[in-house]
């Protein structure tokens, strides 16, 4: 689906002015009219840095408040080692099935299904995918969701109202959308009925028709 630090820096200035010891101290002649004026020094603001944003504390325990980013599911981040993410998974039941060893599946109730395929055998988490189901409606009040606020059991509208760059990706088994962040990563949105069924999150556009090898 992460913590950034904050970075602070102080600039200390400081001035001298000499004078030599044998030169005579010169008087000011002040006219008797005229009413002298102090110059302030202006003084020059010091540089500061500006934090960097930390970013908020996944709570595990709701998954319906967990963002769906182009990189990440929640606590669930591409690229972590798939044997850790039990770890974050805690407020749900995952299941590794007989004939399936490469898929990891997380399920919880009124929430959609999470997998976590490794069909490459590699151990890093590649791609997250959301599965809504045969009633994904049902399920859209547990669902994770993007920041424009799609989860499972959106409307297609509300996806293309939310991504005015969507892209529709006519693939034979798996025509879906996709939007991309612009750097290769993507978040591929099923829709079926207009109401969106999965969703995938990977460095693709590519949607698998099933995730056991």
Known sequence: MIATGAF?????LSGCAGQSADAPAAT????ATSTATAATATPTPSATSTPTPTADAVNLD???????GFTSVGPLNLGDQISSASQAMTAFTGTTYDGCPSVVSYDRPASPT???PDRLGTGV???????GGPDPVALAAGSPHTIEGIGIGSTLDAVT?????LTYQDDKYTPHYAVTDGNGNWINIS???DIVTGIVVR???VVATEYCS
């Not at 000011?28 to 006219?31: D, G, Q, Y």
């Not at 709701?62 to 769906?68: A, G």
């Not at 988490?125 to 599965?131: N, S, T």
């Open 8 to 12: 602070g820096v102080v600039l200390m």
């Open 28 to 31: 000011p002649t002040v006219s």
């Open 62 to 68: 709701t998954p319906e408040s967990w963002l769906i």
């Open 114 to 116: 999470i997998l976590i």
């Open 125 to 131: 988490v590649e791609q997250v995918v959301l599965q």
């Open 161 to 165: 109202s939310a991504y005015p760059a």
């Open 191 to 193: 829709v079926t009925d």
């Open 203 to 205: 460095a693709s556009t």
